[in-house]
Every structure is written in structure tokens, then in C-alpha cells.
């Protein structure tokens, strides 16, 4: 059974919103924690597309660009966390060999360019998408 596990990168973006959105990190902690422990929900995180505003809890894409670049780079979108949670992004990887879901940035949507090679945040998380070696 697959399980989703926290980046480093994606630990200090949580102890940053702990500084500053205490009350979001939590929620978005907690949609962590849902995701382990839902493998219906977990298993949605494969499907381009999934995920209606109205009824369900994420909404989920794959990051086209970098996709067709061969790097499996998924992004979701949290819709049950109130109109600041829609402002994030939880940026993952799924490693096959792994069985794991790594979390590896959870940024606000408005501080990347998704189209944008050399944006800083789309640098990082690729950077630690390639760790994951």
C-alpha cells in the first residue's frame, strides 16, 4: 500500500506556515494525515483531473510541462480548506519502486510560474524531485 511522507523542502514549508499561518498548516497537515489514511483518497492522486470544486476534498494535475519532459510531477489543490487554502499548492512525486507519495513543496499558487523553467520554486521542487533518485 502506498503512503504519502513529507520532503524536506516541504517540512520548512510547513514550519514556515506554522510561523505564519499557523491554522492553515495545520489543515494542511491534517489533509496529509487524510491522504495516509484514505486509500481511496490516496489513490485519486494518479488521476489528471480529479476532483470538482463542490464536492471533493482536492483537486489534482499532473504538471503538464515537466510531465511531458518524462518527470512524474504532480500537483494538488486543497478545497476544503477555506478560500486561503485554495491560494496553495502541494507540490508531489510518486515513486513506483517506493510505493510513496513524496510531498515536495507546499506553496502558494501565486509565488510559481508553472511555465517558467528557470522560476526559482519550479528550480527547487525539481531539484528535489531529483533526489529522490
Request: glycine share 4%; aromatic share 10%; with cysteine.
Amino acid at each position: 500500500m502506498a503512503w504519502v511522507e513529507l520532503h524536506e523542502d516541504a517540512k520548512n514549508d510547513i514550519r514556515e506556515l506554522i510561523r505564519t499561518q499557523p491554522e492553515l498548516a495545520k489543515k494542511l497537515v491534517a489533509l496529509i494525515q487524510q491522504l495516509n489514511l484514505d486509500p481511496a483518497l490516496r489513490a485519486r492522486l494518479l488521476e489528471h483531473n480529479y476532483g470538482d470544486d463542490a464536492v471533493d476534498v482536492i483537486n489534482v494535475k499532473k504538471w503538464l510541462r515537466l510531465f511531458k519532459a518524462r518527470k512524474d510531477l504532480w500537483r494538488l489543490k486543497p478545497l476544503n480548506l477555506g478560500p486561503v487554502g485554495l491560494g496553495y499548492r502541494v507540490f508531489y512525486a510518486y515513486q513506483y519502486k517506493e510505493r510513496c507519495f513524496h510531498v515536495l513543496a507546499i506553496v502558494q499558487r501565486s509565488s510559481i510560474d508553472y511555465d517558467l523553467p528557470t522560476h526559482p520554486l519550479a528550480v527547487r521542487i525539481q531539484r528535489a524531485y531529483s533526489s529522490l533518485g
